[in-house]
Structure formats: C-alpha cells, structure tokens
T-cell receptor, first 114, second 115 residues
Framework: DGGITQSPKYLFRKEGQNVTLSCEQN?????MYWYRQDPGQGLRLIYY???????QKGDIAEGYSVSREKKESFPLTVTSAQKNPTAFYLC?????????????FGAGTRLSVL | AQKVTQAQTEISVVEKEDVTLDCVYE???????LFWYKQPPSGELVFLIR????DEQNEISGRYSWNFQKSTSSFNFTITASQVVDSAVYFC????????????WGAGTKLIIKP
C-alpha cells in the first residue's frame, strides 16, 4: 500500500536532548513537509523540501532541523534549542506544481517533554 | 493578514441534521486552489476535495457538498444528514501560484455530532 509512514507514534524528550522524528513515503512524491499542531490549533509549517538535498524554512523553523538525502525520507530533528516542543507533528508529501499539489499526510507523532 | 478564515470555532448538532462549515479566503492571484481536509480524533489529516479557481461548479460526493463562490470568496462545506462518524476537525486551505502553491491553512472548525 502506498502511503506516508511516521514513527514513532509517541515520543518523549528529556531536557537538553535532541530527538528525531521519522517520515517515509512510497508515493514517489517530490515534495515533503513538516507541520506542527498545538492542541486546538491549526497547522504551522516547520520545513519543506521540493527536491532531494534541498529544503526551505517554514514559518516556525527555529529549534528544528531536517535533511533530505533520499526522495523517500524527510526526518525532522527537534533540537534542545526548541524550548516548547510538546505538540503533534505531521508529515506530508505531494507532487510539485499547482495542478498536482494535494498534500497527503501521515498519522503523526505526538511529542512530549519528560 | 489572515488569508483563510474559518470563523466557526466549534459547531455542535444532533445526528441527521444538516450542517455547513464556512470558509472565506483572501488572495490576489487569479490562479489558486482551495482544499478541505478532515482530521478525526486519531489525528491524521484526510484530504476531502480540491477546487481550482477556474472551476466554480459545486461538487457533491455522497452526503458531502461544496459551494465555491468567487464573488464572496467563499468555499463552504455542507454535510447532509450528519452522522456521529462525521465528528472531526475540518480545515480549509488555500494554495496560490504566487506562494509557490504552499498551503495556507485556516484555524479549523471542530464539528461535534451528537447521537
């Protein structure tokens, strides 16, 4: 089945620790995205990538880092610089271009601070 | 400036009632797309519909229908004969040619269907 897989489903971070959220897609999509969702809020874009080895900051990139070494994978690292990381993180992918820009989402990762 | 406005924060109706979720957008582009997504309690966002700016035809899919009106910059979503399984948060979103088709999200409307 084609889709987007995020892991883990739940993640706990200790103070001063970096943690990495995994996102893998087998839809052959060019673009991938990371969003943050706080309780009762909408989605905010953290980073996105439209091609391998290239990515751009979204609206709230501070305290986060990403890499795009493979088309299928777009891991997100929440660094110790992110002082309020507790949130629901969603990964999405899409084709690029206006006519193909439907974003499809993974099931999400819930990150909490211990 | 907010480009996608979902003024209804939460709506609660009894099962089998019809309900309309409002979405108002703002754009200067002539080429743009509008979307609706559903987020059930599990959290995963589910794509429902995309409309491009050149197609103002209304769309019906089962109990779901969408009314796109450029004159009022609105893209409203109606659920007919609502069911408990429709309970979710619904997001409206906009993508514009001028923003490289990145999605601009509304704040979402939480829909509660009571049995």
């Amino acid at each position: 089945d084609g889709g987007i897989t995020q892991s883990p489903k739940y993640l706990f971070r200790k103070e001063g620790q970096n943690v990495t959220l995994s996102c893998e897609q087998n839809l052959n999509h060019d673009a991938m995205y990371w969003y943050r969702q706080d309780p009762g809020q909408g989605l905010r874009l953290i980073y996105y990538s439209q091609i391998v080895n290239d990515f751009q900051k979204g609206d709230i990139a501070e305290g986060y880092s990403v890499s795009r070494e493979k088309k299928e994978s777009f891991p997100l690292t929440v660094t110790s610089a992110q002082k309020n990381p507790t949130a629901f993180y969603l990964c999405a992918s899409s084709w690029t271009g206006g006519g193909k820009n439907i974003q499809y989402f993974g099931a999400g990762t819930r990150l909490s601070v211990l | 400036a907010q480009k996608v406005t979902q003024a209804q924060t939460e709506i609660s109706v009894v099962e089998k009632e019809d309900v309309t979720l409002d979405c108002v957008y703002e754009t200067r582009d002539t080429t743009y797309y509008l979307f609706w997504y559903k987020q059930p309690p599990s959290g995963e966002l589910v794509f429902l519909i995309r409309r491009n700016s050149f197609d103002e035809q209304n769309e019906i899919s089962g109990r779901y229908s969408w009314n796109f009106q450029k004159s009022t910059s609105s893209f409203n979503f109606t659920i007919t004969a609502s069911q408990v399984v429709d309970s979710a948060v619904y997001f409206c979103a906009l993508s514009e040619a001028g923003s490289n088709y990145q999605l601009i999200w509304g704040a979402g409307t939480k829909l509660i269907i009571k049995p």
